[in-house]
C-alpha cells in the first residue's frame, strides 16, 4: 500500500461526461394532485459523472488526471468545465461542439433512497471535426500518459473511430487502453489492454449466458480473442473480478453492507489502472479493485474511495500487512478523524508487549470487544528499558510492533518514546481507555481524554517476567 501512497501516474479519460445531479430530501406524504411522493427538498449537489466520475476516482487516488470529451456549448458544459479544473484535471482535450447538449442527469433522493432520475443530454455520435480535434489532442500529450482509460457510456463520445485511433496511437508507444465498454458491439474496442464488463454486460456481448466457471470461461476466452485483448476481465458484483491471460484467476470480494452501487464500475476501472500505472502486478491490480469497490458501495451516490479509505477497508479485514497496521502519531491522527466521520467507537490500551503470550491476546481480545477499533500504544525500547531495566526488552521495538499488528484484535499500533502514553491518549481522545485489574484503585494515565476507564484481568501465571525466567531455568 506504501508503494501506491506515493505513486502519482499521469492518466489520460477519455469518454462521455455528464453532471451527475442530486436532490435531497424526506417524504412524508402524498400528493393531494396525483398518487405520487412529495419530497421535501433539504439539500441539493452535483458531482461529476460518468467518464467524470473515473476522473473524480482517480484524483482520490492521487493520480495526476487529463480528460478528453466532447460539451455542448451551454450552461451545463461551463460548470463541467469549471468542476474539473476546479479540480485541477487538465483540460486541453475538451471539446465544444454546438447544438449539442451537454449531458446532466438529475436524481431525486428521500430516506437514502433514490425515488426518480431525470436527464438532459446528446445521444447521437459526435461529429467527424470533433473525432479529429480529440485524436489531435491525444496525439500531442500522448508521451506524458502511463494509462488511457476509455469511459463509453454510450451517449456518443467513444465513436469507432475515435477508440480505434486512439487505441492505435497509443499501441504505437506501447502504451496500454483500458476500456469501460457499452452495447453489444466490442468490435470497436479491438486492439485495448483489456475491457471491464460487468456479467450482465459480458453476457450481452458474447451470447454466451454466465451462469457458471465454464461458461465465465468462455466468455472471457470470447472477449479475449475477438476483441484482440492482451487480457479480458469480467467483473462479478460481489463475486469480485474474473481474469485471463493465460487461464482464469478469479479474485473474491468480502461482502459487506451495500447502500448504492452507482458508479462502482467506474470505481474498477480507475483503481486497476491507477495500480497498473503504479508497477502493480494485474493480481494485485484486481484485488487492489475490489477492496476500493467495497468502500464506494458503502456510500450514496457516485463515490470515490481514497488510499486511507482501502488501507482502513483491508484493515478491517485483515488483509494488509502489519506494516500497514503501524503508524506513527500524525497518521493514527488521520485514522482517528476517519472513524470519528463513521461513528466508530475507538478503544485504546498500551504496554511494552516484550515476549508476547496468551495472557497478552487475551487481554487485547477483550480490549477489542468493547469497541470497532483498538489502537495499542507500545513503549520504545527505551522507554522500556527506563521501566523494566537495563536487560528489557528482549525483542526490539519493530519487531514487537510487527507480532502486535498481525493479531486480528489488533487494528493499528504506535510507537512511544515517552515513559507514559500521556501525549498518545490525548491526540486519539478514545472511547474507551482499557487497563489491567492491577490498576484497580490507582491513577490512570489519560483518564481525563476518555469517555470511559475499563479494568480488564490478566490471566493468572501469564506474564513476560514467568516466560523469561522458565526460559532462563530451561536445561534445553
Not at 484497580?440 to 506474564?463: I, M, N, P, Q, Y
Request: one cysteine or more; aromatic letters at 6%.
Amino acid at each position: 500500500m506504501q508503494t501506491l501512497k506515493q505513486a502519482r501516474p499521469n492518466i489520460l479519460v477519455v469518454g462521455d461526461l455528464m453532471i451527475d445531479h442530486y436532490l435531497w430530501g424526506a417524504t412524508e406524504r402524498i400528493s393531494p394532485e396525483a398518487p405520487v411522493q412529495v419530497v421535501d427538498i433539504t439539500k441539493e449537489t452535483t458531482v461529476l459523472g460518468g467518464a467524470g466520475n473515473v476522473v473524480n476516482n482517480l484524483m482520490a487516488l492521487g493520480a495526476t488526471v487529463s480528460v478528453a470529451s466532447v460539451i455542448g456549448d451551454d450552461s451545463i458544459g461551463r460548470e463541467m468545465t469549471m468542476m474539473l479544473k476546479g479540480i485541477g484535471v487538465k483540460t486541453e482535450g475538451l471539446i465544444t461542439q454546438a447544438q449539442r447538449q451537454s449531458s446532466k442527469k438529475s436524481r431525486i433522493i428521500a430516506s437514502n433512497q433514490q425515488i426518480l432520475r431525470y436527464d438532459k443530454e446528446s445521444k447521437e455520435p459526435i461529429e467527424d471535426d470533433s473525432v479529429a480535434k480529440i485524436l489531435k489532442a491525444v496525439e500531442k500529450d500522448l508521451f506524458l500518459y502511463e494509462m488511457i482509460i476509455l469511459s463509453d457510456y454510450g451517449k456518443g463520445v467513444i465513436t469507432e473511430v475515435l477508440a480505434q485511433g486512439i487505441i492505435t496511437l497509443a499501441r504505437s508507444m506501447g502504451k496500454k487502453v483500458l476500456v469501460d465498454p457499452k452495447g453489444l458491439d466490442y468490435s470497436k474496442y479491438r486492439g485495448a489492454h483489456l475491457l471491464t464488463p460487468n456479467k450482465k454486460e459480458a453476457s450481452e456481448a458474447t451470447g454466451i449466458s454466465i451462469k457458471d466457471d465454464a461458461s465465465l470461461q468462455a466468455a472471457l476466452i470470447w472477449l479475449k480473442e475477438e476483441c484482440g485483448l492482451e487480457r479480458s476481465m469480467i467483473t462479478l458484483s460481489e463475486d469480485g473480478i474474473a481474469i485471463f491471460e493465460h487461464s482464469v484467476k478469479k479474485f473474491p470480494t468480502v461482502a459487506q453492507e451495500v447502500f448504492d452501487v452507482t458508479g462502482a464500475g467506474d470505481t474498477v476501472i480507475a483503481s486497476i489502472a491507477f495500480a497498473l500505472s503504479a508497477g502493480k502486478s494485474i493480481e494485485e491490480a484486481a484485488k487492489f479493485a475490489n477492496h476500493a469497490s467495497a468502500v464506494v458501495v458503502g456510500k450514496i451516490g457516485s463515490a470515490t474511495a481514497t488510499i486511507d479509505e482501502i488501507e482502513m477497508y483491508e484493515s478491517r479485514l485483515h488483509q494488509s500487512t502489519s506494516d500497514a497496521h503501524i503508524k506513527s502519531f500524525e497518521a493514527i491522527e488521520a485514522v482517528v478523524k476517519r472513524a470519528r466521520s463513521s461513528k466508530r467507537r475507538i478503544v485504546f490500551t498500551n504496554g511494552c508487549f516484550d515476549i508476547l503470550h496468551v495472557g497478552h491476546v487475551k487481554y487485547l481480545q477483550k480490549a477489542k470487544s468493547f469497541g470497532d477499533i483498538l489502537i495499542v500504544g507500545l513503549n520504545s525500547d527505551d522507554s522500556v528499558r527506563r521501566l523494566k531495566g537495563p536487560t528489557r526488552p528482549v525483542n526490539v521495538a519493530h519487531d514487537r510492533a510487527y507480532i502486535l499488528a498481525a493479531l486480528e484484535a489488533v487494528d493499528y499500533v504506535v510507537p512511544f518514546t515517552e515513559d507514559t502514553p500521556h501525549d498518545l491518549i490525548k491526540l486519539i481522545a478514545p472511547d474507551i481507555l482499557v487497563k489491567g485489574g492491577d490498576y484497580e484503585g490507582k491513577k490512570v494515565v489519560g483518564t481525563e481524554f476518555a469517555k470511559e476507564l475499563r479494568l480488564v484481568d490478566f490471566v493468572d501465571g501469564k506474564s513476560t517476567t514467568k516466560t523469561i525466567e522458565k526460559i532462563q531455568g530451561s536445561t534445553c
